[in-house]
């Protein structure tokens, strides 16, 4: 399927029918929002396409509406090649072979942009790889999740990742500031906005550039008219004829979120803790979800520096698993709380150093005094119920994994070791 909606040919009546979103896709590099991180001067992609060809395949990964098709468009234009693209959702390996054709037939060079490329099975992503390697198609690729995941190693192998970023507020008002004076997007109506309108719109679009053109077609096509004959947008009616959006939340925000959630209660930033909890609240996580990394947290960061840490948590997480949102945010953020706040210690990781020694040692028996129907001493037998013997193979008996840290209850944990074994420990309790 070939598609340009800046081709020469275009008529003016298809590109008036065709959504706002597709009507305003920027001709060239000035009218392109955002990515300043790849297109800026001396920027890897702004490089590439200085440079006049493509000498790699691409992949554009990033959240919807941040403007991957759009940038395709434009490397397409910018080095003059037939473009051509395919959706992963309702093509195959026969619309592949189709579009390889084609491409034989052109002394131009060609670009294949396949969309939602990341839903590629392993077969009808190896049979790009023949054309890809030949250098017949330059591929980009689009997708919302990450390709390091979901893509072939052989296919990635071929193609440079780039990571593109949702729009900020100021870069969607400037993208509804061109299409409310474009002729080809909503400037021939003459829409008289209100101060605030299109920051209200920016908000609800949530970085998503194709949600905030469709927000601001609605809002002035729906809207009442002025006495000068011309729609006038208010905020109130923005508000009132556009309910709040969705919250976006894919696989990929509740890894990250995940991750920042926990590294913020690590870290000690109260404040960070509660806005990733809140952003995870407000996605739709399940509370058993939630309380499972919090739990986790309590004992791999807090752990024996405040022993009260892990039964804190457990009651908390127990009462949102029992009562359920919407009131289990108030336990869940005493938790996050109480944990971002405590003394950390990550000492009971020795687990982690024991058991990779054990596996290296698993062929050393269990001491003979230690095994059922040994010798065994019991140290209660002996005053303050302490005997100084190492209850580890003779092979091991030097060896350290519990590491007291420096902070909190472990300061004493660490003084309670240290006296034990002492090879001066005598009398006294320790």
Not at 357 to 364: D, F, I, P, V
Request: proline share 7%; with cysteine.
């Amino acid at each position: 399927m070939q598609l340009d909606f800046f081709a020469a040919d275009d008529s003016s009546s298809s590109r008036e029918k065709a959504p706002l979103a597709s009507r305003m896709r920027p001709a060239d590099l000035e009218q392109y929002q955002g990515q300043e991180h790849l297109l800026g001067p001396g920027k890897p992609l702004r490089r590439l396409l200085d440079s006049g060809r493509l000498n790699t395949s691409l992949i554009f990964w990033g959240p919807p509406g941040c403007g991957k098709t759009s940038l395709a468009h434009l490397v397409s234009r910018s080095l003059s090649m037939a473009w051509e693209t395919l959706s992963a959702v309702d093509s195959g390996v026969k619309e592949l072979r189709a579009v390889a054709d084609r491409a034989r037939q052109r002394e131009q060079p060609t670009l294949l942009f396949i969309d939602e490329i990341h839903r590629y099975s392993k077969t009808q992503q190896d049979a790009l790889l023949p054309h890809v390697e030949s250098g017949l198609l330059q591929l980009i690729g689009a997708t919302t999740e990450s390709p390091y995941g979901s893509l072939s190693p052989a296919l990635l192998s071929r193609c440079q990742a780039f990571r593109l970023q949702a729009l900020g507020p100021h870069q969607l008002m400037r993208l509804l500031q061109r299409a409310c004076a474009d002729a080809h997007g909503l400037g021939k109506l003459q829409p008289q906005l209100e101060d605030g309108v299109l920051e209200r719109l920016a908000q609800l679009a949530q970085g998503d550039a194709r949600a905030a053109l469709g927000l601001l077609e609605q809002a002035i096509l729906s809207a009442p008219m002025g006495a000068d004959g011309h729609p006038r947008v208010t905020s109130a009616w923005v508000d009132e004829q556009l309910p709040e959006q969705p919250v976006k939340y894919t696989e990929s925000d509740h890894h990250a979120c995940t991750s920042a959630l926990i590294k913020s209660i690590r870290g000690s930033d109260t404040q960070a803790a509660l806005y990733w909890l809140g952003r995870m609240v407000a996605g739709g996580e399940p509370v058993d979800y939630l309380t499972r990394r919090i739990r986790i947290s309590a004992s791999e960061d807090i752990g024996l520096a405040d022993p009260q840490a892990i039964l804190h948590t457990q009651a908390c997480c127990a009462s949102a698993e029992a009562v359920g949102y919407p009131e289990a945010r108030y336990p869940l953020a005493q938790a996050v709380i109480y944990l971002s706040l405590a003394p950390k210690s990550d000492s009971v990781g020795a687990i982690f150093r024991a058991e990779d020694r054990a596996r290296q040692t698993a062929h050393l028996p269990v001491p003979a005094w230690l095994a059922p129907g040994g010798k065994y001493i019991n140290p209660h037998q002996e005053p303050y119920h302490f005997r100084m013997v190492r209850h580890l193979p003779k092979e091991l008996e030097k060896e350290t994994f519990y590491e007291p840290g420096q902070l909190g209850y472990e300061i004493k944990l660490a003084r309670r070791l240290q006296e034990l074994w002492n090879p001066g420990f005598t009398a006294g309790e320790p």
